[in-house]
């Protein structure tokens, strides 16, 4: 690939990162973009850099993947010029390169590289060090030759896939306006609710719900699902009920909402639950009488947390530990419970409210002491 | 009065009934859309893009739930609801490290490199959608305006106005000092301390006091890949003054 040159993999003056990719193969490195240039640095030898400038991209596409190949980047060059600075091979047959993105992350790469295309900050700021350029009549000639032929290719490429797209957003369309209909009889439906809320039962409102969750459109009725959610809802509180019960004993009979989360949606592996479907479920908790507890902390902390583990115990605990060890920072209390640091602060905080713990709040840390006063 | 209220519950009655129905009809339709377009979506995330404007639009949101239709027959909500964990899982895992801010570039990386060659990939406005919806679940998700990019939260610290301006006149060196807040911002030098004194017990920036001039407070955050390594906890558990 004769237009490539050694760098020594240093950003010039001027020249600003817009993007890097780990696991971009020419072999296996990682590709840079900056407002300059395109920069390869093998990922084992962190010496071996290669750079192309900007200037020398005729035009770039993408390839999608496919089984078992990567998704690529290929880049059509300009000839090398006469100047141009040693390199890794003096002459080279092809006239484009394949990035191979391994590790992904191709969709960004592309999108930063079309927008350094489109502004070309290189021709604004010259770096420092003499970027060699594709210059010259006898450049221009070669170039038009072969260029024609890619153009047509793309032109090609692009109408079939416009047609695609374009099919696509039309069907997207017409479903959106049916979308838009539903949603304006939910109103309706809503407001004549609000009005009237004696005549409609316990069970229709429950109904009215359900249809609200199958089309994602938000309950203008009440803006709190407390105390009656949909049965999908009920049903998950009670899965939680039974799902939850050992994770939590072995936590300290509490765990952070997005812990849940991860737990949970990793047990089911498909058919997740959206994270409110996850907290309108907790809060039918006490409504269904499981021994589960959605608590909200004042810092915004939302926790499940087991109703044997009453709060006295936690506070009376805290104040033991606390006082066996003369004091204690969050991370202290959290090694010596086993429980995350997050949960440990807020439980500190928690007896800290109740005043049987007062702080020392310095630099070197929030340190909680018995309250003595 | 009492003519009117029976009036009222029997036509929301009908319009329910109707609702129905038109659940049902609307159901097959999207059905019909999924068939044919169910891998564009996958696949192209210029077309979710538009496809998840077009529903905020009308008033729709699709990722809802899990038992909506759009979750259901598009797999849209598969989709994000993984990409949900995935990034607790990464901002959790590195909260030792940067106090619980990170990058969306350094986010999306090691989000891209926990899901393995074979996955499809995400791009940032993707990741963006799904933490939109992690804020439910409080624990303080958020999004900070930072050099073209963001930042993004996931402890609850509170950042108010003052703190977000110091972390946006860090970004471009990955540190800011005392004067340098006082030169650009003009504050007085009791205002930079106390912002950047809650910046460290947040475990947000640490102190560089053995540097030349002035003492300087870094951002793990804003560390690069071209000019940092990992850390350990206990690596960081040392390090912190």
Known sequence: MDRFVWSNGLLEMNETLVIQQRGAKLDVGVVLLSTHRLIWRDQKNHECCIAIPLSQIIFFEEQAAGIGKSAKIVIHLHPASANKEPGPYQHSKYSY????????????????????MTQKRWENTPASQPIPTATGSQAGRTRAVGIVGIERKIEEKRKE????????????????????EMVELSRSIASKIKDKQGDITEDETIRFKSYLLSMGIANPVTRETHGSGTHYHMQLAKQLGDMLQAPLEERGGMMALTEVYCLVNRARGMELLSPEDLV??????????????????????MVVQLQSHSEEEMIASALDNVSEKGSLTAEEFAKLLGLSVLLAKERLLLAEKMGHLCRDDSVEGLRFYPNLF | MHRRGVGAGAIAKKKL?????????????LEEFASKHKQEIRKNSQFRVQFQEMCATIGVDPLASGKGFWSEMLGVGDFYYELGV??????????????GLITLDELHQRVLKGRGKFAQDVSQDDLVRAIKKLKAMGNGFGMIPVGGSYLVQSVPAELNMDHTVVLQLAEKKGYVTVMEIKDSLKWERERACHVLDHLLKEGLAWLDSQADGEPQ???PALFSELSSRDVTPEEANQMTP
């Not at chain 1, 695609?164 to 838009?180: C, Q, V």
């Not at chain 2, 009934?17 to 339709?29: D, P, R």
Request: with cysteine.
């Open chain 2, 217 to 219: 407070y870094w951002l």
């Open chain 1, 280 to 301: 309108n479920a907790c809060k039918m908790f006490e409504t269904l009488k499981l021994p589960l507890r959605l608590r909200v902390f004042d810092s915004g902390v």
């Open chain 2, 86 to 99: 995935q990034i607790i899982e990464v901002c959790l895992a590195l909260k030792h490290r940067n106090g």
């Open chain 2, 17 to 29: 009934a109707e609702m129905s129905k038109q659940l049902e009809t609307f159901k097959t339709h």
């Open chain 1, 97 to 116: 390169i394949k990035l191979s993105f391994k590790e992904h992350g191709q969709i960004e790469f592309y999108r930063r590289l079309t927008e350094e």
């Open chain 1, 161 to 180: 896939t416009d047609k695609n797209i374009s099919e696509a957003f039309e069907d997207l369309s017409k479903l959106m306006i049916k979308a838009k």
